[in-house]
């Protein structure tokens, strides 16, 4: 399915992206130009009143993108392990006794000693880095979605452990 989103100008205030729901309601996020974000979401009898609103910080929109982003992202590979024979995926948790907590993702070597791809780090509260590069830490308790073969996904598991 594919979504259009419009971009309109609002001269004094910032830029307004609206894109209509399958539900037929409208979204539009307003990034005012003294900083900030307005979520609102349009009335049902009339898509060119908003219906509610509510002010965001450059921090909350931010945490906002990182929860939606990970849960699409979630989503798809939990479709394409249905679509991809010998594909799999698993969520390992990193434990207090795992050589790893408190290091970086790259010391792991998960791709290089496995095969496999850490393709997303879910921190406590359910905050999620997508795509993580070798360089975000790693703290006890957050759980790594990783991509693989059964077997590399395995080895992975116990290289996390510290087995």
């Given at each position: 399915?594919?979504?259009?989103?419009?971009?309109?100008?609002?001269?004094?205030?910032?830029?307004?992206?609206?894109?209509?729901?399958?539900?037929?309601?409208?979204?539009?996020?307003?990034?005012?130009?003294?900083?900030?974000?307005?979520?609102?979401?349009s009335d049902?009898?009339?898509?060119?009143?908003?219906?509610?609103?509510?002010?965001?910080?450059?921090?909350?929109?931010?945490?906002?993108?990182?929860?939606?982003?990970?849960?699409?992202?979630?989503?798809?590979?939990?479709?394409?392990?249905?679509?991809?024979?010998?594909?799999?995926?698993?969520?390992?948790?990193?434990?207090?006794?795992?050589?790893?907590?408190?290091?970086r993702?790259?010391?792991?070597?998960?791709?290089?000693?496995?095969?496999?791809?850490?393709?997303?780090?879910?921190?406590?509260?359910?905050?999620?880095?997508?795509?993580?590069?070798?360089?975000?830490?790693?703290?006890?308790?957050?759980?790594?979605?990783a991509?693989?073969?059964?077997?590399?996904?395995?080895?992975?598991?116990?290289?996390?452990?510290?087995?």
């Amino acid at each position: 399915m594919s979504v259009h989103v419009e971009r309109a100008e609002l001269p004094g205030i910032g830029i307004r992206h609206d894109l209509e729901t399958e539900a037929g309601r409208r979204l539009s996020i307003v990034t005012l130009r003294e900083g900030g974000r307005e979520l609102a979401i349009s009335d049902e009898d009339d898509p060119d009143r908003a219906a509610s609103a509510i002010a965001l910080t450059d921090e909350e929109a931010t945490a906002l993108s990182e929860v939606l982003g990970g849960s699409v992202i979630l989503t798809q590979l939990a479709g394409l392990r249905k679509q991809v024979d010998g594909l799999s995926t698993s969520q390992i948790t990193l434990r207090a006794d795992s050589p790893f907590a408190d290091r970086r993702l790259g010391d792991t070597k998960a791709r290089t000693r496995t095969r496999c791809s850490i393709v997303a780090i879910v921190r406590a509260g359910g905050v999620v880095l997508p795509a993580p590069a070798p360089e975000d830490s790693l703290h006890v308790g957050d759980t790594l979605v990783a991509v693989g073969t059964p077997e590399g996904l395995e080895l992975l598991a116990r290289i996390i452990d510290g087995a």
